[in-house]
DNA sequence: AAAATCGGTTCATTATTTGAACCGTTGTTG
DNA sequence: CAACAACGGTTCAAATAATGAACCGATTTT
């Protein structure tokens, strides 16, 4: 892993969640030298990725980020793109939809929307890189990303994390099989407890995954016909989000998806 | 400097006039080996940073930058906060108000206002990294900033961006001192033709200068009424500004405000 | 008051970064 | 159409920059 690559890793560990950290904490979690973290914090605080509490000392995310953002949405607007999808899939499923991005090798919300029509609700922060193991969007990459990624998520440690959550290598193997075989990816509080999920794969330029579509709904409302109704929908809808960012859904897998009707 | 630093400048050059760089392009602008320049990008690129155009080749911000900036303006809303402020004061003064903020040695908008009640209007690209020598607000920073940034800009050479930016360093120098008597600063057509601007520093924190407020006009609206009463309003809105955002204006700089009344 | 923990610093050792030269492809030009 | 230039990308010895154990002073905990 290079100097850079450590230094950004340090910048993925601030969530909403965990907005600002301090020394001692970024040694522990990125468990690297106190030394090291510490200068690489230094320079990504001289150029602006993060700043100082200057009472704590703890450091956050900087103004630099706001910027490059701006660029980015401002010329290639991708959020802005798929956000009418998102929406309207919301809306017409009345479930929290959410289309996350692989980035490296963790996931990242781009968007998602929630249309609040029942009572319980899943809580959804869009601001988390979200684990590859125990999510329905992690295992449609796992299953149609590449075999690295795949070899490198069953190489560590399966992190538990709501009890339920897959942590058996040769389990999640056949999990990601399974996904295969269907086309899309269900997670039964893989992630939440109480909190269902189903995914569906996004193609970009070249035949190549870069995220997914994803639905979650609380357990209490899941039965069969619902499933089944959320899978129809996504399989569209990805399609259209693929179409719209300039890929396409491989044929191999809207056969996949024909065959199952 | 350090790879990170090479590594995060290399961000820095996206701007939205130009949004996606080529290999070559970037070992121009950046002025370091081509072997280095890619091993950089392809590193930001498995971290999400940057994204290729698969056609071109040609690089670009990538999604990681999204998450950061919504984890960063969700926790820590600054943008939010000094938004209020900037509306206000472009509202009352019926101009192209910004304020913009020091990372490092560049500086970077934050947050731009324009209520169009005019025929002409300044054209203001929030996404962009302003000049230190040739804008009003890098004038303040220079001024008030620390005296390391100053020598820097000093000792490289001075861009001249509309015919009419100072490229002398003496007579930057000499502006630089004006600026400190006057505790605002003024800029005359520095970046673009036919805009001037007018500026008034931002502090944070133990009377650090973070940023500035911004006014730009264009000259034909350009009076000594119109200058005065937007000095005013800068003087009065960067002390409350200052105040938000947890800082003060140092006495000093006050007591030269008011003696100017 | 002793011990632990915090952010930050030092310097010899080590490992990573570096850049000149090179490769294959694409598009341009005499 | 052959020669050339410009592009993105790759290689490997040489050199520089990253590294981490130990240390520092200041707080906080015990």
Redesign the pocket.
């Given at each position: 892993m290079?100097?850079?690559t450590?230094a950004l890793k340090l910048l993925n560990e601030f969530t909403s969640a965990r907005p600002e950290i301090?020394?001692?904490?970024f040694k522990m979690i990125s468990k690297?030298?106190?030394?090291?973290v510490?200068?690489?914090l230094i320079e990504l605080r001289e150029n602006g990725f993060v700043e100082?509490n200057s009472n704590t000392?703890?450091y956050r995310l900087g103004p630099a980020v706001l910027r490059l953002a701006s660029v980015r949405e401002r010329t290639f607007p991708m959020r802005e793109a798929v956000s009418k999808w998102v929406d309207d899939l919301s809306r017409q499923l009345g479930e929290l939809v959410h289309l996350s991005l692989l980035q490296g090798d963790a996931m990242s919300p781009l968007y998602c929307a929630d249309i609040q029509v029942h009572g319980t609700r899943v809580y959804f922060d869009e601001a988390e890189l979200l684990p590859m193991h125990a999510t329905s969007s992690g295992l449609v990459l796992l299953a149609f990303g590449s075999e690295n990624l795949l070899q490198s998520v069953l190489s560590k440690p399966l992190k538990n994390y709501s009890g339920l959550t897959i942590t058996n290598p040769d389990v999640l193997q056949d999990v990601v099989t399974t996904t295969r075989r269907n086309g899309y990816a269900f997670c039964d509080q893989g992630y939440e407890k109480e909190v269902f999920s189903i995914a569906t794969p996004i193609y970009g330029k070249e035949q190549k995954i870069i995220g997914t579509l994803a639905v979650a709904v609380p357990i209490s409302r899941q039965s069969e016909d619902k499933i089944s109704e959320i899978v129809d929908a996504l399989k569209s809808s990805s399609m259209q989000v693929s179409i719209a960012l300039g890929g396409a859904i491989p044929v191999e897998i809207e056969r996949i998806w024909e065959n199952a009707r």
């Open positions: 290079g100097t850079i450590k301090g020394l001692s904490e690297q030298d106190k030394a090291t510490y200068r690489h100082q000392k703890n």
